[in-house]
């Protein structure tokens, strides 16, 4: 089976979100700052008033690349796609751009959430925007 991320304490409440397949981004109530990794305090002010907060689902890849020979248990999905996606909230997480043609996927391309579900837990990929 694919690897899963196994969550810390600060980063449960984040990770059993997605598993309700719900995308969600960690808000300073104090400077208004978003960011990932989740984590108990903001890393703009270091303030300890954090909260989940709901995100749209949307971002646009900045960066990626086509990996033509995945690890094991990635190997039967070769090639596939790795990109740095920026949220609409402003945070960046990697994470799978998932095409049937790797060659769809270019900087700036509107992508959109989606989930994959690996046993138990959900991870986080996204598509191509006009799929969804």
Known sequence: MKPIANPT???????????QGRLT???CL???DTFLYPRMCC???GSRSVELTPASGRGI?????????????FAGEAPYVLALVRLEEGPRMMANVVVDDPAR???DLPVAVTFEQ??????VQFVPAEVQ
């Open 30 to 32: 104090d400077c208004g």
């Open 61 to 73: 890849v900045d960066s990626f690349v086509v990996n033509h020979r995945g690890p094991a248990a």
């Open 9 to 19: 304490p600060d980063t449960q409440a984040w990770f059993d979100l997605i598993d």
């Open 118 to 123: 690996r046993g138990e837990r959900k991870v």
């Open 43 to 45: 890393p703009a002010c």
């Open 25 to 27: 981004v960690p808000r």
């Open 105 to 107: 996927v270019g900087v």
